[in-house]
Each structure stands twice: as C-alpha cells, then as structure tokens.
C-alpha cells in the first residue's frame, strides 16, 4: 500500500511540475512533427508528436494544443501534458484548411481552397455549420462575439490576387453581417490594445507591397491604413500597443517589422528590420513581453526582446512555420474578478502628469466583485495593478501615483491603463 501511495504522490508530482513549465510549441511543417522550448530552461525537445501532411497553425486552446492540417484536411487534438494525439476531426476534403479561430467549445476553420469557414464542435468533432465568405480565406480571429475571416482574393488558375477582403460573421447565429474591401491579399489579424483590427496585407510578392488595414469594429469602416514595405505575414501586438509581424526575409537573416498600433506608425519596416533566424513567418509573444520567431529556412526559432534585439537561436525541425505557447506566468486567481459589461476608461488628467493621473471609469456595473486596472509600461511588462470595488452606479476617480508593484517611483515615459477583462488602454506620459 506504502508503495501504492509513493507511486501516486510521484505521479502527481511529475504532472504538477509539468504544468508548472512554459512552452513555446512549434509546427515543423516539411518534417510533419511538433517540437517544444522550454522558455525558462532553453532546452529543446524535437519531433515529440508526429502530425498530419501539411501542418499549418497550432493554437493552445482551454488546456489543448489544436493542430491544422492543410494536406489531410484534418484538426488534430494534442494533449500537451504528455503530448498524446487526442483526436483527429476530419474536415472537407479538399478544402485545404488554412487558419482556426476558437470560441465556446468550437473551432471556426477557415478553407482556403473552399470559400469557406467551417463550424467545429470541438466535442464531438462534428461540422456542425458552415460560411460561405470571399475568396480563398486565410487568417481567422474572433473579437467580441464576431468572427473576422481575412479573404486573400487568390486566383488558383493564374496565381494572381484580385479584391481583397474582411467577412465579418455573427458567432451567434452564424449571419453574414458585412465584408469589408482591404488591399491585396490579406493572410492574418490581430486586435489592438484600443479594439480596433489590425488587418496585414502581405501585397501580391511583384508590384503591391505590404500594407497594414485598421477596421474599426464599431461601424466596419477601414479608419486609417500604413505601409510596411516587404511582404509582412502573421501580426503580435504587445499591450502598450506596438505591433510585431514576421516579413520573410530569405537570404542571410529573417525580417520583422514593427510598428505603432496606437499612432500607427511603422517603427522597423522593410528599410530597417528586425533581424531574426532566415524565412520569420511564425510569430508569439510570452507574458514577459518576450517575442519568437520561426525562421523556414534556418530551422530554428529566434528569441528576441520588444527592443529587436536577438537573445537566443533554438534548433528545431525542419521547416518551422507556426508557434504557440503555453506560459503559465499569465495565470492568476480570477474567482472574484469581474470581466467588465459596457465599462470604460475615460481620458486620464492631467496627462502629461509628474506625480499621480486620474483614472476615471464610466458605466454601470451591478453585482460584487473587483474592478482591476492594469498599468503597463510602453514595451509591455505590467508594472502595477490597482483595485476597485465595484459599486452599482460607476462614476469613480482612481489614482496612479506613478510607482511600481513595491511602492518605487517608475521612470519618465508612455504608460498605459487597461481594465481587466477589457481590450481597450488608455495612453498617460510621465514626465517627472
């Protein structure tokens, strides 16, 4: 029985020492396997799962690694506590899936070669719904009850691409409710700090170069546009709002750009890019503000800091292409936090502040529980956090004083506040 119980406790132990560990995963798409980085340690484990023909995305999902196959047209279910294929839910032959956005138990996958977004039940497998969208889509998110399918407007018969576009559906009941022209072959997404989508146009590789659409989500109207340069692909934005986007670069180094999501500036174009491992295409950022790379054709991943420059080179499989992670870090207790309903910020005053900024909140709010703002610094680390108890009518001031976690004043510069639960960040300038 001693033995019995030694053997459980052990068990146990190994399982919570896993779960303790941060991943960065990453799809080795010619060698069809799943390797892993260990982000605190370094160390490196190759070819621990094998995959389907062509994987394409791997997200981490409500405790799963989900898997996009292109060539099987599958989504395989990988376990990552001991990195054991789950499942295997088979999609349309044929429909070369590209992209998945998940949300309540389902995944939303887009099918380049089919027009269309398919409706997984993450349960059982099943299709059960799909969307007709425009032209051969690509990336996919989900934002605030609405799923965004980037359309590429690729031609299979002259290799060409025509009208680019954003179909926006209702996740509710599956409606179309609008598509939005953009520019030339629109591959991924992200939302920044402010809610508004930022939308990468990777250009046609000849005559139209990278650009970056803003879609409000409010109205569905493209607010501004920027250009890049080069042929940008898959978009990270930390929480102070500045924005990462793998961009190739196949000879001799890899390129990221950089820019501002909130001004909408670029910071590193094609001029004078972020120097990574050959062929970045697959992009993440860690809870530290830590971002990675996946260079195609170095058969590695660059670890890199939000300043752009390069830290660390893990040798992986063949053919890096997409990464995810799993950090632990982020986790915290959220039984008696609120997720904010129709809650905002107001400007802070005064901004520039020297001393201390107020924060107004504005909204109603019934219930109990904790109102949280967040306060980062502008390369992302969270510096503070403040409390608020939620009263029934919210018309509130609370104050920064400017200082860190332990009381220490921070240095001059761009801060920003965000309410926990929330998209949306509200700029302040120290100036002391």
């Known amino acids: 029985m001693k033995r019995t119980i030694t053997t459980i406790l052990a068990i146990i132990s190994f399982y919570s020492c896993l779960f303790a560990e941060n991943y960065v995963y990453v799809i080795n798409n010619l060698s069809e396997t799943l390797s892993r980085i260990n982000i605190e340690t370094g160390a490196v484990e190759n070819h621990i799962v094998t995959l389907g023909v062509v994987p394409n995305q791997v997200v981490y999902y409500e405790d799963m690694l989900y898997v996009v196959n292109s060539g099987n047209a599958s989504l395989q279910v990988i376990n990552p506590v001991n990195n054991s294929i789950v499942n295997e839910f088979p999609l ?69 691409y025509g009208q680019g576009s954003v179909t926006i559906i209702d996740i509710g009941d599956g409606s179309i409710i609008d598509q939005v022209n953009i520019g030339k072959n629109p591959q991924a997404m ?12 990777t250009g046609d590789y000849m005559v139209n170069m990278g650009m970056i659409y803003f879609l409000d989500p409010s109205d569905n109207s493209i607010i501004d546009s920027i250009s890049t340069g080069g042929n940008p692909y898959m978009p990270v934005i930390n929480l102070s709002g500045i924005g990462f986007i793998s961009a190739g670069g196949w000879i001799n180094n890899g390129h990221v750009y950089s820019y501002d999501a ?23 950022l860690d809870s530290t503000g830590m971002l990675y790379s996946a260079g195609q054709l170095a058969n590695s991943v660059t670890k890199f800091n939000c300043q752009g420059t390069a830290l660390e080179d893990y040798p992986v499989g063949s053919g890096p292409l997409s990464l995810t992670i799993i950090d632990s870090r982020t986790s915290t207790d959220e039984s008696n936090d609120i997720v904010p309903v129709r809650i905002s910020l107001d400007f802070p005053y005064p901004n520039p502040f020297n001393s201390k900024v107020i924060l107004s ?11 949280i703002i967040d306060i980062f610094d502008s390369n992302g680390r969270q510096v503070n956090r403040l409390n608020m108890v939620g009263n029934q009518s919210i018309n509130n001031n609370i104050i920064w004083s400017g200082v860190d976690y332990y009381g220490n004043d921070v240095a001059s510069g761009v801060y920003f506040a965000r309410i926990k639960g929330t998209s949306k960040a509200v700029k302040m300038v120290l100036l002391r």
């Open 262 to 284: 909130i001004s909408r500036t670029v910071l590193r174009g094609d001029d004078n890019p972020v120097l990574v491992g050959t062929g970045s295409i697959g992009l993440a």
């Open 92 to 160: 349309p032959a044929g429909s070369n899936p590209w992209h998945a956005a998940y949300h309540d138990n389902y995944a939303f996958v887009a099918g380049f070669a089919s027009s269309s977004v398919y409706k997984v039940n993450l349960s059982s497998g099943s299709i059960v719904a799909t969307y007709s969208v425009g032209q051969c889509p690509a990336g996919i998110i989900e934002y605030d009850g609405r799923l965004y399918a980037a359309n590429t407007g690729f031609n299979p018969v002259d290799f060409s």
């Open 361 to 371: 909140l504005n909204g109603n709010y019934y219930g109990s529980g904790k109102i």
């Open 190 to 201: 992200a939302v920044g700090p402010d809610g508004v989508i930022n939308i990468i146009c």
